[in-house]
T-cell receptor, first 115, second 113 residues
Framework: AQKITQTQPGMFVQEKEAVTLDCTYD???????LFWYKQPSSGEMIFLIY??????QNATEGRYSLNFQKARKSANLVISASQLGDSAMYFC????????????FGTGTSLTVIP | NAGVTQTPKFRILKIGQSMTLQCTQD?????MYWYRQDPGMGLKLIYY???????DKGEVPNGYNVSRSTTEDFPLRLELAAPSQTSVYFC????????????FGDGTRLSIL
């Protein structure tokens, strides 16, 4: 079974609108971390936001927030007030604490911000 | 702040040639990783290391070798380059707990012709 599933290959959003990128995960480890990365067309991988499995509140970093629903095993990324520079690939990833050796990545979602 | 440094940034190889992709990090991270990313695709783990002297295979190790003689360095060796190894290669490092993210280098764009 896939550890991380991103079901949206491509998304479009109007500039200044909010957008949600979906991510579901599969693990039996009670302790884990969830991460989102951005990959612009220039190619670098940029760490955006982190959510721990025991965190009570949803993580926020500026215009990025993580909608963490533990029972549903989902960790959706919400980008508020989209900007043209948000156009990029977005990858969801998980790290299980018990092993902690590997990061599991989803297949990514391509976001295009329309002016 | 150097972080994770990869060299070279670009390289063209002929079929059958060999080369080493260099990766060094200055964050004293125990965990280091090599990924490849084919056009329009996600990341595939080639090899990883949990500390100096320890390496392990990832999802796609065939055709590659690694070594980890120091905490800082994690070179990736391509032996007998093949066109299927044309890809972008990323090196990453992380701390040792589940709460710490990976930090990536800028990648090496490799073409095998």
């Amino acid at each position: 079974a896939q550890k991380i599933t991103q079901t949206q290959p491509g998304m479009f959003v109007q500039e200044k609108e909010a957008v949600t990128l979906d991510c579901t995960y599969d693990t039996s480890d009670p302790s884990y971390g969830l991460f989102w990365y951005k990959q612009p067309s220039s190619g670098e991988m940029i760490f955006l936001i982190y959510q721990g499995s025991y965190d009570q509140q949803n993580a926020t970093e500026g215009r990025y927030s993580l909608n963490f629903q533990k029972a549903r095993k989902s960790a959706n990324l919400v980008i508020s007030a989209s900007q043209l520079g948000d156009s990029a690939m977005y990858f969801c990833a998980m790290r299980e604490t018990l092993t902690g050796n590997q990061f599991y990545f989803g297949t990514g979602t391509s976001l295009t911000v329309i002016p | 702040n150097a972080g994770v440094t990869q060299t070279p940034k670009f390289r063209i190889l002929k079929i059958g040639q060999s080369m080493t992709l260099q990766c060094t990090q200055d964050m004293n991270h125990n965990y280091m990783y090599w990924y490849r990313q084919d056009p329009g695709m996600g990341l595939k783990l080639i090899y990883y290391s949990v500390g100096a002297g320890i390496t392990d295979k990832g999802e796609v190790p065939n055709g590659y070798n690694v070594s980890r003689s120091t905490t800082e360095d994690f070179p990736l060796r391509l032996e007998l380059a093949a066109p299927s190894q044309t890809s972008v290669y990323f090196c990453a490092s992380s701390g040792g707990t589940g709460v710490q993210p990976q930090h990536f280098g800028d990648g090496t764009r490799l073409s095998i012709l």
